[in-house]
């Protein structure tokens, strides 16, 4: 039977969280969590919906888990989306927007009807059998994705049937799973630059009040890095606008490659980048700015070579607020150009 309070509580918790958190996989792989410890499910995946194709967002197995490790296991069922042209009861959800919950997914009237897909289970060496499968369905009704679960667990750990009773319980999940979707696809419109896909001026505006926050809270370092491709007035005038463009998206992508992921990397304007780098002492992101700067320089660009400079300030060692921290960034830019371009200062 499910709590109901206890249900109420954790539903009331995901969606003050959607208000919240910006790391949706976090969030969806919370929401697949719940799903599966409300009804007892020894595996899920959580499914996006990327054109023809099912992403495999979040994978949970614990069945592999123990047997492989949980990186073996995300890589070898993460391996290559599903087709929608291919037979599979996530697939026929995706499609049809019907829920779906089978005891046995090799029953005949499953594969006839709906095509349990085998080759998971066949690559990875697990035995499906109940299957409760449901649509993640937006505000217009828009099918975004699919969350599915996998054998549900008695007392004993046998598999059984999924109970009618949680089919209503996972459709809400599924909803909170869908407006969480929704939201990171409406801030990553709000967010990004056009041009270049980075983030942009606005969105770094909020990481690094958020950021500075949390040294000050916390007395994490924390380091900001500001590059300017050298030239980039002369390279237009010469080469054109469209070729300036492609020097600017071919920055966003060598900066996005060499630098780890939470690194907060933005456009600001024109040909002005950012990136903040939290728990990182000043130190750390002159070496980081060095790294770029080698990069940008050994990079063949479609017009011919380009260099960039970069200044670089931290907390608390140059600043102790977010304008101030900016500024200071600025002034080492400043100076880089000053002493001939194509290099690195910090303050």
């Not at 918790?13 to 799903?35: C, K, P, S, V």
């Amino acid at each position: 039977m499910v709590d109901r309070e206890k249900l109420l509580a954790e539903l009331i918790e995901i969606g003050i969280a959607l208000t919240g958190e910006r790391d949706l996989y976090a969030l969806l792989d919370r929401i697949l969590d719940q799903a599966r410890r409300f009804t007892r499910a020894e595996a899920g995946t959580l499914f996006l919906r990327d054109g023809e194709h099912l992403r495999f967002a979040v994978v949970q197995n614990d069945f592999l888990e123990r047997k492989l490790g949980k990186h073996e296991t995300q890589r070898l069922l993460q391996a290559e989306p599903l087709q929608l042209s291919e037979s599979s009861l996530a697939g026929h959800v995706a499609q049809t927007g019907e829920l779906v919950n089978v005891a046995d997914a090799y029953a005949v009237g499953v594969q006839e009807t709906r095509g349990f897909n085998q080759r998971i289970d066949a690559t990875s060496d697990y035995a499906t059998r109940s299957v409760l499968v449901v649509p993640l369905q937006d505000l217009n009704g828009s099918i975004v994705g699919v969350l599915e679960l996998l054998n549900a667990l008695d007392e004993s750990g046998a598999i059984v049937p999924f109970d009618r009773e949680y089919e209503k319980l996972v459709r809400a999940l599924a909803s909170q799973a869908a407006v969480a979707i929704r939201n990171a696809r409406l801030e990553d419109l709000s967010f990004k630059d056009n041009l270049t896909e980075l983030y942009n001026r606005r969105y770094f505006a909020l990481r690094i009040e958020e950021e500075v926050k949390r040294h000050t809270r916390f007395g994490h370092p924390l380091s900001l890095v500001v590059l300017n491709v050298d030239q980039f007035k002369k390279l237009n005038e010469e080469h054109g606008r469209a070729a300036g463009d492609e020097v600017l998206k071919e920055v966003a992508r060598l900066l996005v490659k060499h630098s780890r992921s939470f690194t907060i990397i933005s456009r600001q304007d024109g040909d002005d980048f950012a990136a903040l780098l939290a728990n990182t002492p000043k130190a750390g992101a002159v070496t980081y700015a060095q790294r770029i700067r080698g990069v940008v320089e050994g990079h063949a660009f479609a017009h011919g070579r380009a260099t960039a400079s970069l200044g670089v300030a931290g907390l608390p060692a140059d600043a102790a607020s977010t304008d101030d921290l900016i500024a200071a960034a600025a002034r080492a830019l400043a100076d880089a150009k000053r002493l001939g371009r194509n290099r690195v200062f910090a303050l």
